[in-house]
């Protein structure tokens, strides 16, 4: 009796690792579909060590670039045309060289006083070939090194794979074992793909760099010059019908932009000027301690005793606009993104264009609609600078806890209380960040919005680019930073 209850638990052991090894050998081949025995063998060789095992790879799939330069070189040293470039110098060099000749026996022939200059123009030609020539000799010869250096190059390559493949491999069908979505190591049909790639793209690459000119649609797109014309002829078209259609609807976002323009410019630069600087002043103690408040008087005496105060003002309130109507809209687009997934997925890729269109693209559509001037500035500095408080919105109310949210739902709470109580005041922080970079990348625009009419300080850096005034560039450019630094500190202020 005692002798089968020992017995038992090694026979249960013994059943346990038969069935986990087999289990293990049908996940290995599930996974690499290809030499299963093989990749079974090295797995458990790297499983069951702690350090690195160097291992070899039987099935090679390419480090491309670097295999690719090596087969570059391995057929241009043994079968490409090394001294082409040099052949095709000298060739337009003789020919060059003909018409000197021609012009020599011209002038020897009617004795004129250009035979001395021409004679030494020939020999310079002469000696340009000949120097040209040795050294096409000289790069023909190196064929047999290049190939060389190449061949030793592949070798390298193909070793390090070897050393790193099997440890790669392993990772990813250790990490596929816990997450199923991973592909899986090597189908056939992934081998084909892989295959015909690296196939396509060593043998475009090897026939460019080995034969240059033989096939010129390697390094020419073939365009059809066509289809350019027809599409500027659509967006033109686009464009015309949505300015002859759309006149109402653009003259209204004019006229409440241009009304809150006016506003801001009625505050800041009719306002006496003690009374605005006194109020920054103050709202930067307020906001940022008493240090701030002393830097920013600093930086408003800076702007006034140059004679920046005005245009400053303006620019503060051509920012102001588009900053408040960017967070006014941007806010509660965040908000209402942040609880639906498909929407922002359908408005991000229009942020991306927004932010990554070089500004002076998106301006010619803007002053086709609003023409030239202040609102069409503002809208521009929009387009720039809305997009943070939309994504940093959308993020810090994705940030907050779900169980602090739970907690105050099972409390009763009502979806207003959830949204004004606990989303807002946790994802605050990220607002004030999106507000700021908002800011911030309006006052970038300062300069940009220039060119179509914006007053302020960045008409001073502009007429400063055009006459390579360098003082006044400089000085207008400091008082832009002060402006951001004032900005900066009042919305990130270290008081709550």
Known sequence: MNEKTLDAPSGMISDDSE???AEREQQVERFVKTSPGYYRNQFAKIGSDSKFVWTLWNWGLAFLILETMAAVQIVRGLFGDLASEAWERIAKIEGTLELRRQQLASAIENNTDKIDVYKRTVQSLEDAIGGIRLEAEQLEGTGLTIAIVGFVALIAVKAGQAVIANTLLEKRFSDWLSDSSISIGMTPRHIALSCGFVFVIMVA???HYSFPGLYPWLIQFPTEHGIRLTSIGWVEDFFAFCVTNGEVFFDAITYGIRSVLDALELIFVETPWMVIASFIILLTWLSAGPRAAVYSGAFLMYMGLLGFWEKAMTTLALLGTAACLSIVIGIPLGM?????ERFYS???PIMDFMQTMPAFVFMIPVIAFFGTGKPAAVVTTMIFGGTPVVRL???GLRGVPEHVREAAISFGGSRWYLLTRVDLPLASPS????????IMLSLAMVVVASLIGAKGLGEDVLEALQYANVG????????ILFCAMILDRIVQGERK
């Open 19 to 21: 069935y986990f090894a």
């Open 205 to 207: 690459t090897i026939t």
């Open 336 to 340: 209402y993104c942040a609880r639906r």
């Open 346 to 348: 359908f408005i991000r």
């Open 393 to 395: 919105t959308v993020l």
């Open 431 to 438: 607002i004030r960040a999106g507000i700021n970079q908002t």
């Open 472 to 479: 006044q560039g400089i000085l207008a450019g400091f008082a």
